[in-house]
């Protein structure tokens, strides 16, 4: 599913990543711990998380997150936005809780970061 | 690939510049063309290690050293040092403070994680003299793929 139609799915705003809302995603995760993250394959994925600091930022980068999506409304300090732009990480927000968000985007046909329904 | 070796410092608590290492270590062996897959592993095998490093210890060194057929990535610092190595293995074991699991960390699966994505992996921690984590990394052969 193409990031604009994630955005559509999600009611979601686009904080950073213009330029990327033609990429391409198929798998998601969802979590707050970010060892989680990088405890499977995520290259390409797209990641839901209610934090909003530079280590959500950083540990995106290292795992390969294609894009990142915070719930619950939340928007990201100034700095924060800043490195997710100078190291191409395109940031949404949506208004639903991690709950709704997952149930969406699963309904939409995104697995897990396993490839699993 | 010859002899390519480089460390950086690692400020403990510094949660505003923490990962910034392993970012330049991911970008240094991306710019080298380092396969793709290997440069996750060791990426995240380093990141896992610097946060190590920024929550639990008294600043650090993280290297990397790049020789023709396997990468060294070592993090060391000079203590307190791990308490149970064995403990802190495995996954779901964590010692971090309320404050780290707000801001995502903790989960106790740092060493775990770097366990399985390093080809081989040496702990050596005492208590009062601190921790050397190396991990190695082999370029020529299938390594392991997560």
């Known amino acids: 599913m193409k990031l604009t139609e994630i955005a559509r799915v999600l009611d979601a705003t686009l904080l950073v990543g213009e330029d990327k809302l033609g990429i391409d995603i198929t798998r998601c995760g969802a979590s707050d711990l970010m060892s989680d993250i990088l405890a499977g394959p995520s290259e390409g994925s797209l990641l839901l998380t209610g934090l909003t600091t530079l280590q959500v930022i950083r540990t995106a980068s290292i795992a390969g997150i294609g894009v990142i999506v915070f719930v619950r409304g939340k928007t990201a300090p100034p700095e924060v936005l800043e490195l997710a732009r100078a190291g191409g990480m395109p940031l949404m927000s949506a208004p639903h809780s991690m709950f709704v968000a997952c149930g969406r985007l699963h309904a939409h046909g995104l697995s897990g970061l396993n490839g699993h329904r | ?146």
């Open chain 2, 1 to 146: 690939m010859a002899g390519l070796r480089k460390s950086f410092f690692i400020k403990a608590r510094d949660f505003v510049h923490a990962g910034e290492a392993s970012i330049r270590v991911q970008s240094l062996l991306k710019s080298i063309h380092v396969d793709p897959r290997l440069t996750r592993r060791v990426a995240v095998c380093s990141y896992e290690g610097e946060m190590n490093v920024v929550m639990h210890a008294d600043d650090g060194l993280l290297s990397v050293d790049i020789g023709p057929d396997r990468l060294v990535l070592e993090v060391t610092d000079p203590g307190p040092g791990i308490a149970d190595v064995e403990r802190a293995m495995q996954p779901g074991f964590s010692t971090a403070s309320d404050e780290l699991h707000e801001m995502g960390f903790g989960a106790g699966m740092g060493l775990p994680n770097m366990k399985k994505n390093a080809d081989e992996i040496l702990i050596d921690s005492k208590i009062g003299q601190g921790t050397r984590v190396r991990m190695t990394f082999l370029i020529q052969e299938e390594g392991k793929n997560t």
